[in-house]
């Protein structure tokens, strides 16, 4: 049994407070690496081979486009292997309402998640978990996924107490 942190990222142009910002580490990152501090579980970033844009505005049109389309960007491999009994610390921003692109190509990646317990964390501007928990149940099949954990990408910096009281409380009934 192995615990895992595989989260996607974006640095560069970022809603944030209401207004876009350049962060150096995506807000996501920020969370999975606390969470890796808690956990010490494996860490792994979900790279895309053609990334989104840094610029707010035309990542967003990249992430609409990929989207509308269903398309699986490609990300580079190798990806973690995920056995029977692993834990899966799986988190991504929300755009447009649900996961972004590259998490659906992770997710499509696997034949099966039996017997894999997925803890989603998810980080957002005011949309919360938008649709995501409706795509992450149909793709990973076979998992227990369990308490989502929404963070306002604004906070994620200063979110420590949240996630030790997420990580330290965490539900055995899926969603």
Not at 11 to 30: F, H, Q, S
Not at 103 to 120: A, M, Q, R
Request: hydrophobic share 35%; proline share 7%; glycine share 8%.
């Amino acid at each position: 049994m192995k615990t895992w942190i595989i989260y996607f990222s974006r640095a560069g142009g970022n809603w944030v407070d209401g207004g876009i910002k350049n962060l150096e580490k995506g807000n996501t990152e920020i969370i999975a690496d606390k969470i890796h501090s808690l956990t010490k579980g494996g860490l792994f970033s979900i790279r895309m081979v053609n990334p989104y844009s840094t610029d707010y505005i035309t990542c967003t049109e990249e992430a609409k486009k990929d989207q509308e389309a269903d398309k699986r960007p490609e990300i580079l491999k190798p990806l973690p292997r995920l056995e029977k009994g692993d834990i899966v610390y799986l988190g991504y921003p929300i755009y447009w309402e649900t996961m972004p692109m590259p998490i659906l190509t992770f997710l499509d990646s696997y034949d099966s998640f039996e017997g894999i317990t997925i803890y989603p964390f998810v980080t957002h501007e005011g949309s919360g978990l938008g649709a995501s928990m409706s795509f992450l149940r149909h793709k990973a099949k076979g998992a227990t996924i369990l308490s989502p954990l929404p963070i306002p990408g604004s906070v994620a910096s200063r979110s420590d107490p949240l996630l030790k009281e997420w990580i330290n409380s965490h539900s055995v009934r899926s969603i």
